[in-house]
């Protein structure tokens, strides 16, 4: 199987790495992906990475207040005139 690379940075890199590493091309190319997929598989969610933000707002007592619009304008100084 042939894997042609057309990009003169990318060939620059890949050698690059396996001179540093001391293996062949092949090797450093096939070590670079699998390195990159274990970093994309430890990623966590999104819900996951929040999860102590929101165990945080979630201890705050509810004051039964609602945020409305009138609420809202008045962070912006736009309360109504009423």
């Known amino acids: 199987m042939i894997l042609?690379?057309?990009d003169?940075?990318?060939d620059r890199l890949v050698r690059d790495l396996a001179n540093r590493r001391g293996i062949g091309i092949?090797?450093?190319i096939r070590e670079a992906v699998e390195e990159?997929?274990?970093a994309?598989?430890?990623k966590q969610s999104l819900w996951e990475r929040?999860?102590?933000l929101r165990a945080k707002v979630s201890a705050y007592p509810l004051t039964g207040e609602v945020a409305?619009?009138?609420f809202y304008?008045?962070?912006w100084g736009e309360e109504d005139a009423e």
Do not use: I
């Open 4 to 6: 042609h690379v057309r």
């Open 8 to 10: 003169e940075e990318t």
């Open 26 to 28: 092949t090797e450093a």
């Open 36 to 38: 990159a997929l274990a």
């Open 40 to 42: 994309e598989n430890s």
């Open 50 to 52: 929040t999860a102590d």
């Open 68 to 70: 409305d619009k009138q």
């Open 73 to 75: 304008d008045s962070l």
